[in-house]
């Protein structure tokens, strides 16, 4: 293994500086230093972008433009060593941030190579040595200077396997560093997860000072203990909480655990049938109030108002608040906010989503703010191992979080065996984002999504022009214009320029009343699409809710993506959502864009289906042999308008049924085998014992306790729907929880005996 890579972006002109240059470069590498050589501005560039490995650069002022190389490095790397080869006349004439960002000077013809090399490499190590956050420098550290172990786990650093086939092979699959570094929490070196002390403190203090938080914890058991853990430290029993009714299980298994009574929060929904945020005007005191008057948990609650509230944060769809607005609302109520924050980890790091997080609250006075939790999947959109997961807090004076109290109930939901590489991951995790890499990732990961969106908009309007072909194509949910704030100027999406996207939440916003997103109830500035959450739409209904004549279901294109290598996050009725992470490479949605288009193609074309989807007609040859893409799509659609199933989509979840008692009252009767499974077809009036989740929109529809209501009603003329669908599409079932299907396609759901 080299010791760094150091970048040398040196042209010297004439020979003797040339040899330098050579001499320079040979006795890094006899050092154990790779060099990677750049002889223009733009090869530095790419370097820059490119390697993330670099731990020194030497980089000449003679170059065609080192000013913007300079600025590169230094937008991207946090400290980086820069050396600069110049000449001692010109070091005077340097612009004043050259001569603060530099590291030091290199005079080519006066110093000789030795001494360069050596002065480069001494920076390279340190840089290195300072690039690794508290946790995982010590990590290394320990397991460079142990040897045996002599305390759990019993594997023993990975000597346990070796003894076994099976065992071996494990180990071989993962190398010895893994079994190396989990170590047991009897090493008393690396501190303490409980306690909070020694580096894995200091990483969670290092965190905390990254995210922007009084105070942060590691939690090893994913958002989903996150979320628990809030609640769990913040609600006592029979405590009335304001609920997002988009919210994740996690937050339904919290109000389990503590019997919060929870008053629901309902956000909006488009034509699409996808959620939009809760309007501001339900967040009032005055409509919470109302609220808290209707619900039938208020009598016998402790206390008159709502003790807590809980938000998604962005939302599956990437609608993300303006934060502190929320705050201010929700504040008036509450004493303490939770924003779940499971895929929005990254909104710090980039301006773009300035006041949208949990954390930004700390604009807002102190005294009258609600402490706010944010609880945040680092794995899902920060590079970070599954199940690793952080809560953060903001205090406020009003309600603030008191560590020791806390840290019970933290200890409460954590194992007392954490694996020590995953709090490595959360601690490298934070180190990623902190300095110019959080902007710079975030950037990249933008970038390639409003390019993708751009070109989407482009390739269809060049199908309309050419009037050669039919004139559908698919497209990508956001704006169809965008105005520059600074000038006015308006752009269709398709031509506005990048950095104004990239740049200007102005251009993201739901305006109220604006047709494209379709959501009521907005405010200026309330609510952003995030442009990495990229929805696409398939032709058949639109934003309001119209429905076209023919349509092209998402199920069947999902299924064609599939079958091409391509997973979507998630599929609706003619939407589904691709997500532009930190994971992304320039140019990989090329192959999406490419498989849009062959899709078209074989639609166009009348294909069987038995060529695009041929796992589809094996696994049910009878339904689907002989029928085309177009006559699939076709029927499909049909069902999807005639049986109105976005309409009671709607109905259902904008119209809950009274709810007959609370999660915590209904797990008890559950555990005490008070539960039966029901066929959807008589279930009228029965009272639901486990949440009914329905993906799309993979919200519950039903939360325990809460009642079917009649036959005739919304939510059991919906669930009638999606079974019908099932029934009629086999191989593309509905995803749902809390539903089981039978060998007949009747639903089953277990409700109160
Ligand atoms: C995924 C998710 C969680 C749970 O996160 P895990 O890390 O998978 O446990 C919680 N809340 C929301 C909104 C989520 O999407």
Not at 5 to 32: F, K, P
Not at 103 to 117: H, K, M, R
Not at 302 to 325: E, F, H, K, M, Q
Not at 499 to 527: I, K, N
Request: aromatic letters at 8%.
């Amino acid at each position: 293994m080299s010791r760094s890579t150091v970048m040398v972006a040196v042209d010297a002109s004439g020979a003797v500086a040339r040899g330098q240059v050579e001499a320079i470069c040979a006795e890094l590498r006899e050092e154990g230093h790779d060099i990677v050589r750049a002889h223009t501005a733009e090869d530095a560039l790419a370097l820059t972008q490119s390697r993330a490995d670099l731990s020194a650069a030497l980089v000449s002022w003679h170059l065609d433009e080192p000013e913007t190389v300079l600025r590169a490095l230094m937008g991207r790397f946090t400290k980086l060593p820069v050396f600069l080869v110049t000449t001692a006349t010109s070091v005077d004439d340097l612009p004043l941030w050259v001569s603060e960002a530099v590291s030091g000077y290199v005079w080519l013809l006066e110093d000789t190579p030795d001494f360069i090399a050596g002065r480069i490499g001494v920076a390279a190590d340190r840089y290195l040595d300072g690039v690794l956050p508290p946790f995982f420098r010590e990590l290394r550290r320990f397991d460079d200077t142990h040897e045996y172990s002599w305390h759990t786990p019993a594997h023993a650093g990975g000597v346990a396997f070796l003894k076994s086939p099976a065992g071996r092979a494990f180990f071989d699959y993962y190398g010895e560093r893994l079994f190396r570094t989990d170590l047991s929490i009897s090493v008393g070196e690396l501190g303490s997860l409980f306690e909070h002390t020694g580096p894995i403190g200091d990483a969670e203090r290092n965190a905390a000072r990254t995210f922007g938080a009084d105070l942060t914890y590691f939690v090893l058991h994913g958002d989903s203990t996150a979320d628990r853990i809030a609640c769990h430290a913040s609600i006592a029993t029979d405590e009335l909480v304001l609920v997002d009714r988009n919210c994740h299980k996690a937050i339904y298994h919290g109000l389990t655990i503590t019997g919060g009574r929870p008053v629901y929060l309902v956000p909006t929904r488009n034509g699409y049938g996808l959620m939009g945020p809760i309007p501001p005007a339900a967040m009032t005191a005055a409509a919470v109030a109302e609220g808290v008057r209707r619900s039938p948990f208020a009598a016998g609650a402790v206390g008159a108002d709502p003790v807590y509230a809980v938000i998604t944060n962005s939302t599956y769809d990437g609608l993300c608040y303006d934060v502190v607005r929320v705050a201010e609302l929700l504040g008036e109520t509450v004493p303490r906010l939770h924003v779940d924050e499971a895929w929005f980890a990254y909104a710090r790091f980039n301006p773009l989503y300035a006041r949208r997080y949990g954390m930004s609250v700390d604009v807002l006075p102190e005294d009258t703010r609600p402490t706010v939790f944010s609880t945040q999947s680092t794995h899902k959109l920060l590079a970070a191992m599954s199940q690793s997961s952080m809560v953060h807090v903001k205090n406020s004076q009003r309600s603030p979080v008191e560590h020791r109290q806390f840290n019970e109930t933290f200890m409460m939901h954590a194992t007392t065996s954490p694996l020590y590489p995953m709090i490595a991951g959360l601690d490298v995790a934070a180190a990623m984002m902190d300095g110019p890499g959080g902007r710079w990732l975030t950037d990249e990961a933008i970038t390639e999504a409003i390019r993708f969106r751009q070109a989407v908009a482009r390739l269809g309007r060049r199908i309309r022009d050419a009037g050669d072909r039919p004139d559908w194509f698919f497209g990508t949910w956001q704006p169809e214009s965008v105005a520059d704030p600074a000038t006015g100027e308006a752009h269709a999406f398709a031509d506005a320029p990048l950095d104004l996207l990239r740049t200007s939440p102005e251009c993201w916003t739901l305006a109220p009343g604006a047709q494209w997103h379709g959501f009521e109830g907005m405010e200026e500035g309330y609510c952003l699409l995030d442009p990495v959450k990229v929805t696409i739409t398939c032709p058949g209904v639109d934003a309001a809710g119209n429905v076209g004549s023919t349509g092209i279901p998402a199920r069947v294109l999902t299924m064609y993506l599939e079958a091409r290598g391509i997973v979507v996050e998630k599929t609706d009725s003619y939407t589904c959502l691709i997500l532009f992470s930190m994971g992304i490479t320039k140019g990989k949605w090329g192959t999406l864009l490419d498989a849009l288009l062959d899709f078209k193609s074989l639609y166009d074309r009348g294909a069987a289906v038995v060529d695009v989807l041929p796992e589809l007609v094996r696994a049910h040859p009878d339904r689907y042999a002989g029928l085309s893409l177009p006559a699939l799509c076709e029927q499909m659609h049909l069902q999807l308008s005639k049986s109105e199933l976005t309409a009671l989509l709607d109905e259902a979840f904008t119209h809950p049924t009274p709810a007959v008692a609370t999660p915590a009252q209904t797990y008890q009767k559950l555990i005490r085998g008070g539960a039966e499974p029901v066929r959807l077809a008589e279930i009228a009036g029965r009272t639901v014992a486990t949440m009914v989740v329905t993906t799309p929109p993979g919200i519950p529809v039903l939360m325990p306790g809460e009642s079917t209501g009649g036959a005739g009603g919304p939510v059991l003329r919906y669930l009638g729907a999606l079974e019908a669908f099932d029934r009629e599409f086999p191989g593309f079932p509905s995803e749902t929880h809390g539903v089981t299907r039978d060998s007949s396609g009747d639903y089953w759901i277990s409700c109160l005996r």
